[in-house]
């Protein structure tokens, strides 16, 4: 195709662009909590974000990337004219990161995920008959705006009752700290590994049944707790 290069270049700029926003907006989320409670600096967790962001995106970002890529449009649809998806995807990569300025600026904490899959529509309902969209897919994006914040807003409050019980308004609060930490450790890196082994890391191919999975995230959930246990010795 003619221009290739300058297409690379500019969804290249553009795509840096919107790293650039997210890095301002999204990463306050992931680590606004450890910063806000002094557990960490400002600058720990800067780098934290870098290593593990980065980590995360190209590890386990298999699965965001072939929705945007193929679930929200399907990129056959262009077949016959596929400069008109080349210039709708660099629209809503240039879109997403403007807004994500816009929003940044204004301190409001905004979601790169759903902006760009909104820039996609918003392309696509000028470019390819609605019924080719995959609304359904959109509906379960929908969906979790209101299912995953009830269900995070319900697991932390129980967290929250369990801590305030056994910890906080126990007779001996350093001493059950020291024994329930490392339970919460083992819960929390149990879960977050399981996830990331079973689901957020499918598209590197791991040779690994489920119940390798599981045991791996068991043997890491338990290294994390004892890591914990010796910190609060």
Known sequence: ??????????????????????????????????????????????????VFESLGAILAGGQVTSTISKGIISPTLFTHQPEILIFGMLAALLATGTWLLIATCYGWPVSTTHSIIGAIIGFAIFCVPLHEIHWWQILNIVLSWFVTPFIAGLIAYLLFRSVQLFIFDSKTPIRNAKRIVPVYVFLVTLVITTVTLVSGLKHINLQLSLTQQVGLAIIISLLGALIGALGLT
Do not use: R
């Not at 195709?1 to 297409?7: P, Q, R």
């Not at 840096?16 to 960490?40: E, L, Q």
């Open 1 to 50: 195709m003619e221009h290739s290069v300058l297409l690379i270049s500019l969804a290249i700029i553009f795509a840096f662009f919107m790293a650039w926003g997210v890095g301002a907006n999204d990463v306050a989320n992931a680590i606004g909590t450890s910063v806000g409670s002094k557990a960490i600096t400002v600058t720990q967790a800067i780098i934290i974000a870098a």
